[in-house]
């Protein structure tokens, strides 16, 4: 079991500030002890348009000076648009990250299991069979790059451990594996130790962050009498503080001997006492987050 950083991290999404170059990414992985790094297969960090066969072998050259591996390659390929065109031009984006993950010397290439979002205009099950069937098409196209999926439950059609399975199954195809991702359990009431056990020897990559449940805010309703609604909120913190069942994962794929990586990542949008963060609070998320899950492995 290994340990490794997402660079969505540095993207410059979720702090003030621009991002970090992917080389950049990759010197403070070195310095904080991770082993790995996970690529963003999109701006501003590592688009398939923006690295050709020989930009990627100097980037994984670069990688391998200081010890650290590209193991997974997180693509951000939405095989659910209701429009046929557009699920064309997906393939097409497909076809170009397994490309980048082959050049890059990744195995691995995550799709999102039932796309990146549920789509307004078209029925929720014909949005799950777009995505199974085009992931048919795919398996042989990453079997010719000696790349293989990585079906990553998210916000679309396929949201839950069921529906994961189902979805495997109905693609048919052992070469297509699974990346969890336990924060997402979390926040759906799922047990990231109990799915792991379930999904087994097919789990090949996971990511890792933490959260509190913050106090909702709510909303009012326009109606006779109060009405309420209230919005239910997470908040990013260090690794240890939150909800996040990271230590049981860590063991459930310890027990079904699990050789991957455990992805750190600071994805989504937080605060830092109602001001938007700096790059030294991801710092400091990212700092503590390496020893912190060293000490974890070194305890499963």
Known sequence: MKIALHSITYAGFFYEGGPLTLDQVIDKAAECGYEGVEVMAKR???????IDTDRAKVIRDYAAVRNITLPFV??????????????????????????????????????????????????????????????????????????????????????NADALLDMLDQIGSEEVKVCLDPPLLAIRGESAYEWAKRVGARI???????????????????VPGLGVRKIERVMPCPLGEGVVEIEPFMQACKEFGYQGHFAFEVCTPFHRNHRRPTIQDVHRLVEQAAPYLRGLRDRA
């Open 44 to 50: 501003p960090i590592a688009s398939p348009f923006d």
């Open 74 to 159: 997180a693509g951000y390929i939405d095989l659910s648009k209701p429009n046929a065109s557009d699920r064309e031009k997906e393939l097409v984006f497909a076809r170009e990250t397994m490309r980048l993950a082959r050049d890059l010397g990744s195995p691995y290439v995550r799709v999102y299991a039932g796309g990146e979002k549920v789509h307004e205009g078209a029925p929720i099950v014909d949005q799950w069979w777009w995505c199974v069937g085009h992931l048919k098409e795919l398996v042989p196209v990453a079997r010719d790059f000696g790349v293989q999926i990585a079906l990553e439950v998210h916000t679309g059609s396929a949201q």
């Open 204 to 222: 090949v990559h996971a990511h890792v962050m933490d959260f509190q449940w913050a106090s909702p805010m709510v909303e009012y309703d326009s």
